[in-house]
């Protein structure tokens, strides 16, 4: 006789079954991993009994946990990479995935994620970051605007002058307009140029421009 914990089996008891009753249990002890005559003594004295895991299930059991571990490691990489590249909707999505799928794989309980919420607040990151363009475009229109309207000015066109080492003058019969730039001779304006700068239709800057363009090649 067998002796288990000090305890030596002596008693013996015949039990009957029908082919299909025996069936049922053979298949459980089979699961089990136990002997029809063991798993028939654990379960009457009322041991928790569950199926082991064949090799099969083992490996596909490490593989799943594998997987896991690799899909964290893949996902939080792509979440780098949209943080470097500016997109937060991406990143703060990828992270609730992780969670969500480390929560599956030990809980064995998914819960469908909601995108909406991160793609409206993209949405708006992405309508504020516009607007923002837009407004920077049109700063750098007022600013152009600006100094054109301030190289109108005297002093406007002083400082021009002087950051330029040029200088504008008229000859001594007040007729032609000359323009001179540097080391550089003295550049006669066409008439229609000194005449829109007399008028106020181009700044200094227009007629330096002109001179670079124009002027410097005749030279």
Not at 44 to 59: D, N, V
Not at 162 to 168: A, D, G, K, L, Y
Request: proline share 2%.
């Amino acid at each position: 006789m067998k002796i288990e914990n000090g305890n030596k089996r002596t008693k013996r008891k015949e039990i009957q079954f029908s082919e299909s009753e025996y069936a049922i249990i053979e298949k459980k002890a089979n699961a089990a991993r136990l002997s029809v005559a063991a798993f028939i003594r654990e379960a009457a004295l009322g041991k928790e009994l569950s199926a082991a895991l064949t090799i099969e299930e083992s490996e596909r059991m490490k593989r799943t946990a594998n997987i896991s571990y690799k899909m964290q490691v893949n996902l939080n990489q792509i979440a780098r990479l949209a943080n470097i590249h500016g997109l937060p909707f991406v990143t703060d999505a990828i992270r609730e995935y992780i969670c969500r799928t480390n929560k599956y794989f030990k809980t064995g309980s998914w819960h469908e994620m909601d995108l909406s919420a991160y793609e409206f607040e993209q949405k708006q990151r992405e309508q504020l970051a516009a607007k923002v363009r837009e407004l920077q475009e049109k700063n750098t229109e007022l600013q152009k605007a600006a100094t054109n309207y301030y190289l109108y000015t005297a002093e406007g066109e002083r400082l021009f002058c002087e950051r330029h080492n040029c200088r504008i003058y008229p000859d001594n019969r007040g007729i032609y307009w000359h323009f001179k730039v540097a080391y550089y001779p003295a550049y006669t304006l066409p008439t229609e140029i000194s005449r829109a700068y007399l008028n106020h239709e181009i700044s200094i800057r227009d007629v330096y421009v002109h001179w670079h363009r124009d002027g410097r090649s005749t030279i």
